[in-house]
C-alpha cells in the first residue's frame, strides 16, 4: 500500500524515528560526499498556491542529490481545483512521476490529492498543518539535544499551522508544549484534545521560563496578509525580544520556520543571537525533505 504525509498524524512514533533515523544517514552521506542516488530516475512534482523559498528549494535540491528530477509547479500552472478538478490532477499525476508535493490553502486539497493518486503525497503546508517542518524542527532539537525526552519547547506567537503540527507531534513524541499565544488566537481544538502534553496560557513569560527551546512564527500567515496589521498590536507581548527571555533559563534554543519579520514576531538581536539555531534548522529542511522521500517510496 502506497504511504502518504499529509498530517503528522500520518505517522506513528516508529515511523518518524524511522524517518529521523533515514535522515540522519543521508545528511552523513551528504556531508561527506558520498554518493546516494538512492531516487534516482525517479520525479517528484511540486504543486504550489504560496510562495515559498525553503520547501521549493530544499524538495528541489533534495531530489537532485538523490539521482531524481522535481518539476516546479507554480500557482498559475496547474490552478489546481479551477482548471480541473484536484482529483483529476492527482489521476494524471499519478500515471507520469512517483511522488507528489503539494503546498496548498485547505487541508482537503492534500487529502483528496492523496485519496485520487495511487503514489505518495507530501503536505508541504496548508492552513491546518506544515508537517515537513516540524519533522525538521524536532530533528534539528536532537541533534542539539541529543533526545527529545525531558524536552520542553515553548511557541510564543500565532496558533497556526506549524502550532498544530507541533500538537500532533506531541501527542506521538516525548516532549512537553507550552504555547503562549494572545485570547482568540488559540490552535485547533480538534488537536489539542489529541495531546495531553499541550499546556497554553496567554502569558508568554510563563511559557519561555522552563523551555529548552524557545519558537516563533509569523504572526499573520500566507493568505491572511489582510489581518497583519491588526495583529501586529495584539501580538506585540508575544514578541521574542531580550526582555522576555529575561524569564527564559540558561541555554535555551532560539527556532523559527522562517521567512521571520524582523521586528515583529522576533528582534534582530535575538534572531542573529548566540542561541539562535534558526539556519542550521534551515538546512536541515534540506535533510529531512530526502529522508521523508525516500521513505516514503521504500
Ligand atoms: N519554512 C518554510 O516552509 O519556508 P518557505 O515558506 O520559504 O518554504
Ligand atoms: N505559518 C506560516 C509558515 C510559513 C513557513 C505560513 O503559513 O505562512
Known amino acids: 500500500m502506497k504511504r502518504d504525509f499529509t ?9 518518524i524515528y524511522e524517518i529521523f533515523d533515514l535522515t540522519k544517514k543521508l545528511k552523513e552521506s551528504q556531508k561527506k560526499g558520498i554518493k546516494h542516488k538512492i531516487l534516482k530516475d525517479k520525479t517528484l512534482a511540486m504543486i504550489f498556491e504560496k510562495p515559498s523559498l525553503r520547501t521549493r528549494v530544499t524538495f528541489e535540491t533534495g ?46 486539497t ?13 503536505n508541504g503546508l496548508c492552513d491546518i498543518e506544515h508537517p515537513c517542518q516540524i519533522m525538521c524542527d524536532l530533528f534539528t532539537i536532537i541533534e542539539k539535544k541529543e ?13 497556526n499551522n506549524v502550532c498544530n503540527s507541533f500538537i500532533a507531534a506531541s501527542a506521538l513524541l516525548e516532549f512537553n508544549l507550552n504555547i503562549a499565544m494572545p485570547r482568540g488566537y488559540e490552535p485547533n481544538k480538534d488537536y489539542l484534545a489529541k495531546t495531553k502534553k499541550a499546556i497554553l496560557t496567554y502569558d508568554p513569560k510563563q511559557a519561555v521560563k522552563d523551555a529548552d527551546i524557545i519558537y516563533t512564527d509569523v504572526w499573520a500567515s500566507m493568505g491572511q496578509e489582510q489581518s497583519a496589521e491588526k495583529k501586529k498590536k495584539i501580538f506585540k507581548p508575544y514578541q521574542i525580544n531580550s526582555e522576555l527571555l529575561k524569564s527564559a533559563q540558561k541555554d535555551y534554543l532560539i527556532m523559527h ?3 521571520a519579520h524582523r521586528g515583529e514576531e522576533i528582534t534582530d538581536e535575538v534572531i542573529d543571537g548566540p542561541n539562535s539555531i534558526v539556519f542550521d534548522q534551515a538546512e536541515n529542511r534540506l535533510h529531512i525533505q530526502k529522508g521523508i522521500m525516500v521513505w516514503l517510496l521504500k
Open 7 to 15: 498530517s503528522i498524524f500520518d505517522l506513528g512514533k516508529q515511523e
Open 63 to 108: 531530489m537532485t542529490q538523490l539521482g531524481g528530477h522535481a518539476i516546479y509547479l507554480a500557482p498559475a500552472d496547474i490552478n489546481i481545483g479551477k482548471r480541473e478538478s484536484v482529483s483529476d490532477a492527482a489521476k494524471n499525476l499519478s500515471r507520469w512521476v512517483d511522488l507528489i508535493m503539494a503546498r496548498v490553502f485547505a487541508h482537503k
Open 110 to 122: 492534500v487529502e483528496d490529492l492523496a485519496k485520487s493518486a495511487v503514489i505518495p503525497v507530501i
Open 147 to 159: 533526545s527529545l525526552e525531558k524536552i520542553t519547547i515553548a511557541y510564543i506567537g500565532d496558533g
Open 257 to 259: 520556520c522562517l521567512p
